[in-house]
């Protein structure tokens, strides 16, 4: 008899902890400074603290197998023994690291976004001779766990359809083989972790299939019907909870509707209940409290739509639209915001109570009923005045610079750079001592003097070593900045940051998305300063380092009371005064990051020409007042940007870096089409493996079989803060070199 579904759920915490403590024990444990036991130990605590809190909060469904020390496709990969043969190693936890992190002389699997995310994946790799074999251990390990605290758990795993969308065809599959086509032998081992769930006594399991909101073809509606009819049909099996979200379901709903699943989640913020009819039957996990934003929940609204699921399905449980992952802990903990923004928000903890009052709420109301409960509002100040610099956000239009050869010719002869121009990203290791003099500086310990004497030293110490290393375009290494958007954030007015609002990127890498909660204004410049003095360290050209706009809206917690095309084009109006303090200032190069163009792109095929319009034209926007002479650099990374090469074209920046070392050239099949400058990565900073000479002259010659040698870059994927300064050195010293080999042989 199938047990009946809790009336409150999450479909996922955050796991990193409130301290980060995860990330701590993970990078201690990579230098070798703590053991596996302890690695765990923490891990275990993280994962009790999280139950016991939620139990405490009043949540009754609780969902496990949500921890993971590096992603959840990752541990899904793990799962079913989809492990490459070059990865094995000596225990599964060494194992584990090396698909994500490499090991040495063995790349890692490749990396991208999680939908439409800053959250990262690990790609997996599925081949025709893939051989799969389930290993249950986690899972059942943490339903054992939170058993033994007293607490029964529903676990959560990535489900057969979407794990096998997300991943790639292993190297030498056979053309026209794609992983979907591994289906039944995939839902073979699923069906065996099913049963070996029911014998744990577990009632309840929860598939994700996130990938059902995008557009799908009737093949994979196919999938879906044979994966789920055959899951469905078990006889001893838990109850399955088939868990979608970040959109509608569309096509696939119907579909899902027509399996013996016994509950479908329903992202109710970014979706609509048009179609819950039909799972009338089944259980709908409504999810009406958003897992993507930092606002409260408008308690009406939710509630109204609640009772509209209700009327249509019959049985509803209150949920979150999607994993809580997505936001940082406890918004009570942010003492230093302004006391009336923080009524305004809700962080994990606060969002898990929302979902219990709504339940309460749910349980208590007719099945007619008007809602009389209403939470503050969102408006922002000054709402007249924003929807007035709204309508004029739709008149700013770029008048375009010269034509790219022009451009190309002026900066050919100002710049004079030899060919295959070696340069980085913009970021340098972030020191102990950097770190220590932010915090000091913060805590009112050290002056604002005693701090920019650390920075000054810093910018020495990098455009030093870039000199004695032979790069041709430097950079200041950043070492006044925290983060790419948090430190715009801290120099725009309409935005605020958190003190302990951590939330997980991709394994030990967490971010803090500020709170962009009203107009968008720079007061002041924001760079120009070490920018100028950097140069003045050097006869040789030094990047300005600027995020785009569209990237400090993707990667902040956004106001809603705008579209957001008009919040992106409020921040391209602050980079684009910008963009001119820093040309004016005598800064040649200057780049302007968009890593999260291709994070934005819509799930839905209808509306991605659309975003990706004003996306481009509001980069345009920001960059467009430059000359001619001046070189627009432009950094993409880990996001299958191969997908958007002509919008990055269009972006109209002269020069585009781009994660390429870690996907082993996966753009450059593409390429032949772009027509400006290309930097494709050859050396994988987010992997402690340093590259020789030898690795990055092979990839060079990959990249130059697509990309002349007149419009070729040379430089890493991404960022350095996160290596050591051990590391960027032999790695930067192995780069120049093979730039030099080639140099030499294309002279």
């Known amino acids: 008899m199938t047990s009946s579904f809790p009336a409150s759920t999450v479909l996922g915490y955050p796991r990193i902890g409130p301290d980060r403590e995860l990330k701590r024990a993970l990078e201690s444990y990579w230098e070798g400074r703590t053991s596996r036991a302890d690695l765990e130990g923490t891990a275990r605590r993280l994962r009790e603290d999280t139950w016991r809190r939620l139990a405490a909060l009043g949540l009754e469904g609780l969902p496990s197998n949500t921890f993971s020390y590096y992603d959840q496709v990752l541990d899904t990969a793990v799962l079913l023994g989809a492990v490459p043969a070059r990865h094995r190693q000596d225990d599964d936890l060494t194992t584990y690291f090396a698909m994500a992190r490499g090991a040495e002389g063995i790349p890692p699997l490749r990396m991208t976004k999680w939908f439409d995310t800053n959250y990262h994946y690990i790609v997996p790799e599925i081949g025709p001779e893939t051989v799969f074999a389930l290993d249950a251990g986690k899972p059942l390990a943490e339903v054992r766990e939170a058993r033994a605290l007293g607490l029964e758990t529903r676990p959560v795993v990535v489900g057969p359809v979407t794990f096998l969308l997300l991943a790639q065809a292993a190297p030498g599959s056979s053309d026209g083989f794609v992983p979907l086509d591994r289906l039944n032998d995939v839902v073979e081992v699923y069906a065996r972790l099913l049963a070996e769930l029911a014998a744990e006594g577990v009632a309840w399991v929860q598939l994700d299939e996130p990938a059902l909101v995008a557009d799908r073809t009737p093949a994979e509606l196919a999938a879906v019907e044979a994966a789920y009819g055959r899951l469905g049909r078990l006889e001893n099996r838990p109850a399955l909870l088939v868990a979608s979200y970040f959109g509608d379901l569309g096509d696939a709903l119907p579909v899902l509707a027509a399996t013996p699943v016994e509950a479908v989640a329903l992202d109710l913020v970014r979706g609509t209940a048009d179609g819950a009819d039909a799972l009338a039957g089944k259980t709908v996990v409504a999810g009406v409290v958003s897992g993507r934003d930092v606002w409260r929940t408008d308690q009406d609204r939710a509630l109204a739509t609640l009772l509209a699921v209700r009327e249509r399905a019959g049985r509803v449980t209150v949920g979150t639209s999607c994993s809580l992952l997505h936001v940082p802990y406890d918004v009570e903990r942010e003492t230093g915001l302004d006391p009336a923004l923080r009524e305004r928000l809700a962080f994990a903890e606060q969002k898990v109570a929302e979902v219990v009052e709504l339940a309460g709420l749910l349980a208590s109301a007719p099945r007619k009923h008007s809602p009389r409960h209403h939470a503050p509002g969102r408006e922002v100040s000054g709402r007249s ?172 917690f956004v106001r809603d009371d705008l579209p957001l095309r008009e919040v992106v084009f409020q921040v391209a109006d602050a980079v684009r005064e910008e963009v001119g303090d820093l040309e004016e200032a005598g800064i040649s190069v200057i780049q302007v990051d968009e890593p999260a163009l291709r994070e934005l792109v819509p799930l839905r095929r209808a509306e991605q020409d659309a975003y990706l319009e004003w996306a481009v034209a509001a980069y345009r926007w920001a960059t467009s007042g430059a000359s001619g002479r001046t070189q627009i650099h432009t950094h993409l990374c880990y996001s299958d940007a191969d997908q958007i090469l002509a919008a990055i074209d269009g972006l109209d920046a002269d020069v585009t870096s781009i994660e390429s070392a870690r996907s082993r050239g996966r753009l450059l099949g593409a390429a032949g089409d772009f027509s400006r400058g290309l930097g494709p990565g050859v050396y994988d900073i987010h992997s402690p493996r340093v590259p020789g000479a030898d690795e990055v002259e092979g990839l060079l010659t990959e990249a130059l079989r697509a990309v002349p040698a007149e419009r070729l870059w040379v430089n890493p994927d991404c960022g350095l803060k996160t290596r050591s300064y051990e590391q960027v050195e032999a790695a930067l010293a192995g780069v120049v070199e093979a730039a030099a080999r080639l140099r030499a042989r294309h002279a």
Request: aromatic content about 6%.
């Open 385 to 556: 005045a924003v929807q007035g610099r709204a309508q004029a956000s739709g008149h700013r239009t770029a008048q375009g610079r010269a034509p790219y050869p022009v451009r190309a010719a002026a900066q050919a002869e100002h710049l004079k750079l030899p060919l295959l121009p070696v340069t980085t990203i913009g970021s340098f290791p972030q020191t102990g001592e950097l770190r220590r003099a932010r915090a000091a500086l913060a805590a009112g310990e050290i002056g604002e003097a005693a701090y920019e004497s650390v920075v000054r030293t810093e910018i020495e110490r990098v455009i030093a070593l870039q000199e004695r290393l032979g790069l041709d375009v430097l950079v200041h290494g950043e070492p006044e900045r925290n983060d790419m958007v948090q430190y715009f954030a801290e120099h725009l007015d309409g935005f605020a940051v958190t003190r302990h609002g951590w939330v997980q990127s991709y394994g030990s890498r967490c971010t803090r998305p500020p709170i962009l909660h009203g107009d968008v204004r720079r007061p002041e410049p924001i760079t120009v300063r070490w920018a100028r003095y950097a140069q003045s360290l050097t006869s040789k050209p030094v990047k300005g380092m600027l995020t785009g706009p569209v990237t400090i809206v993707a990667w902040s």
